[in-house]
Antibody, heavy 112, light 107 residues
Framework: QVQLKESGPGLVKPSETLSLTCTVSGFSLTSYHVSWVRQPPGKGLEWMGVIWGDGSTAYNSALKSRLSISRDTSKSQVFLKMSSLKTEDTATYYC??????WGQGTLVTVSS | DVQMTQSPSNLAASPGESVSINCKASKSISKYLAWYQQKPGKANKLLIYSGSTLQSGTPSRFSGSGSGTDFTLTIRNLEPEDFGLYYC?????????FGGGTKLELK
């Protein structure tokens, strides 16, 4: 069945770069788009960006200057890199396939 | 960016009742509106997409309606497992944006 799992550091310092991995199974990354979505504690969902089946990407303009999404189809992995982290980037980060399947999310805390 | 305004923010109801959650877009998004359910410890669940199309596995007591700027999620004959958070999301133009959420609580 379709599964997505986010992984990465739970704690990152301000000004550093966050690197997260979404490992998928049950489908091909060349067939469905994968988005990253985040949710600050106690707040709502924010779409960050997407990588389509053809490898093209689109980003939330509010994050575009700091955000990069890429993938390795041979490993069934999608990557998120976000630079210049701030405390307000503390959130649970989710990856989602065509929004029909979501990972459980990974909490990232930005703190010194 | 398209702003999505959900109402109400909180809703209390009892099992067996029917409830409606509204979502208003700041500009027309055609039919491209999705609804999600969020519950602690569970993956977010896509309920409805393109305004009114039920995702596979969504119970028929859920329905979606609307187009343009105004959309509604209706849940008929509430079951205990329906209580949680609900979000709308437009997928008509970038950036895809979510509503602020509606917390459906047990009365």
């Amino acid at each position: 069945q379709v599964q997505l799992k986010e992984s990465g550091p739970g704690l990152v310092k301000p000004s550093e770069t966050l690197s997260l991995t979404c490992t998928v199974s049950g489908f091909s990354l060349t067939s469905y788009h994968v988005s990253w979505v985040r949710q600050p504690p106690g707040k709502g969902l924010e779409w960050m960006g997407v990588i389509w089946g053809d490898g093209s990407t689109a980003y939330n303009s509010a994050l575009k200057s700091r955000l990069s999404i890429s993938r390795d189809t041979s490993k069934s992995q999608v990557f998120l890199k976000m630079s210049s982290l701030k405390t307000e980037d503390t959130a649970t980060y989710y990856c989602a396939s065509a929004f029909a399947y979501w990972g459980q999310g990974t909490l990232v805390t930005v703190s010194s | 960016d398209v702003q999505m305004t959900q109402s109400p923010s909180n809703l209390a109801a009892s099992p067996g009742e029917s409830v409606s959650i509204n979502c208003k877009a700041s500009k027309s998004i055609s039919k491209y509106l999705a609804w999600y359910q969020q519950k602690p410890g569970k993956a977010n669940k896509l309920l409805i997409y393109s305004g009114s199309t039920l995702q596979s596995g969504t119970p028929s007591r859920f329905s979606g309606s609307g187009s343009g700027t105004d959309f509604t999620l209706t849940i008929r004959n509430l079951e205990p497992e329906d209580f949680g958070l609900y979000y709308c999301q437009q997928h008509n133009e970038y950036p895809w944006t979510f509503g602020g959420g509606t917390k459906l609580e047990l009365k």
